[in-house]
């Protein structure tokens, strides 16, 4: 929806909510081949089957003006106008993830294009060359190309977001959208990746402080590569640009065996980043081999245990033991805990009773666009009012988990 702000003063939030639900509601009921998804705040998802990708184009065409022709004799003020973005794949090409994001590009890009742009992801070159990436990834930081998501980490306790993760993608003008598991293996091989990492330190610092100027002064977390905590020029020019940014508040994500492969520098390095402010947090614990030598030897505030254990808590004998002797050893070595991959009620609920500090999931968020995670923030006093017995931070019907 893209005069919210207008509508909501001319209807007032009830009305203007029942107004998209009832639109909503119409979507749904074009056709058997709708199945609608969730229904947010400014924002209606809704999952569509047909038979081409020139089927899409057609239906979402004449959607587009049934919305219009359907409020035809309504006064102006009180109109709901809509931007519509879509993705669409062969049904048994479709990755759920990249749809969802390639969705998140085309609405994006709608209000440039009549209101409506579709991306057909069956268009992509699925064969990605990793030599032809590599030649086009300092091209790509310089256009522009990169951009962040981010998913939202929960304080249990708190029932509010304590922080984000920032996730980095690539918008490639040719092959579309290419996921950071095809390029960041690249831009290491390259020695691209430190430019990279810094591009991505500066854009967080920018949205970190537009964030604060909104009210919500929360950390931002990026990943920083294992091959940079080596390197002493890299450390050194992130440092310097920490320093000329003092209020922004940091988080970086490092693995295991980051430091596992060079320790005395990782640590001394490490040591550097705490010094200057920054929130240490150990990314996929339990992923690789552990080590308590090290663990104890890091600067770290943060743990955040693997998803593989979480995505079998529920299910497992053995896993909720390790999960918990691994909350329980990180809170006596004076660390919070997050738990990654939180997918189903089940196991956010064993997670509070261990004592976890943290949850980061689809069950809370996937990752999403800087403007969708303010909105979730926004309205997150709303969402948040109790977790005994369904946590209502979670989006309604599972908007934040399908097309």
């Not at 990249?98 to 268009?123: F, K, P, Q, T, Y």
């Not at 256009?143 to 993760?165: C, D, T, W």
């Not at 310097?240 to 980051?258: D, H, M, V, Y």
């Not at 090290?294 to 505030?301: E, G």
Request: charged share 25%; net charge negative.
């Amino acid at each position: 929806m893209t005069n919210f702000e207008t509508a909501r003063r001319a209807l007032g939030k009830n009305d203007l909510d029942r107004a998209i639900r009832t639109m909503a509601a119409r979507i749904a009921a074009r056709a058997e081949e709708v199945e609608l998804v969730g229904v947010g705040r400014d924002l209606i998802e809704f999952l569509l089957h047909a038979e081409s990708a020139d089927a899409v184009g057609a239906a979402l065409q004449s959607l587009q003006a049934s919305l219009v022709e359907q409020q035809a004799d309504l006064p102006a003020e009180t109109r709901l106008d809509f931007a519509i973005g879509a993705a669409c794949a062969p049904h048994d090409e479709t990755d759920l993830l990249r749809l969802l994001e390639a969705a998140e590009v085309a609405l994006a890009r709608a209000g440039d294009e009549g209101g409506l742009n579709i991306i057909d992801l069956s268009l992509a070159d699925r064969c990605v060359d990793r030599l032809t990436l590599i030649a086009d990834l300092p091209r790509a930081i310089a256009a522009g190309e990169m951009f962040l998501h981010y998913q939202p980490k929960i304080n249990v306790r708190q029932q509010r977001v304590s922080s984000a993760e920032a996730l980095i993608r690539w918008q490639h003008p040719e092959r579309g959208l290419i996921m950071p598991g095809d390029f960041i293996a690249a831009a290491e091989e390259s020695g691209q990746i430190g430019p990279l990492t810094l591009w991505t330190l500066r854009q967080v610092i920018v949205d970190q402080r537009r964030m604060a100027a909104r009210g919500h002064d929360i950390p931002l977390f990026l990943n920083i590569s294992g091959m940079l905590l080596a390197n002493a020029g890299f450390v050194d020019e992130v440092c310097e640009i920490i320093t000329a940014n003092p209020a922004a508040k940091l988080g970086f994500e490092i693995t295991e065996t980051a430091v596992i492969r060079d320790p005395e520098s990782a640590i001394r390095h490490l040591q550097q980043f705490a010094d200057h402010g920054v929130v240490l947090a150990i990314d996929d614990y339990g992923a690789g081999l552990s080590s308590l030598a090290y663990l104890k030897q890091l600067p770290a505030k943060e743990l955040k245990i693997d998803k593989m254990f979480i995505t079998q808590l529920t299910s497992s004998h053995r896993d909720p033991l390790i999960v918990r002797s691994t909350i329980d050893l990180a809170h006596a070595l004076e660390m919070e805990v997050t738990a990654e991959g939180v997918e189903t009620p089940a196991a956010l609920a064993l997670l509070s009773v261990m004592g976890c500090d943290l949850v980061q999931g689809y069950l809370i968020s996937r990752p999403v666009p800087f403007a969708a995670l303010c909105s979730y923030l926004d309205g997150q006093d709303q969402l948040v009012e109790t977790m005994a017995n369904r946590p209502v931070f979670l989006r309604s019907g599972s908007s934040w988990t399908r097309a």
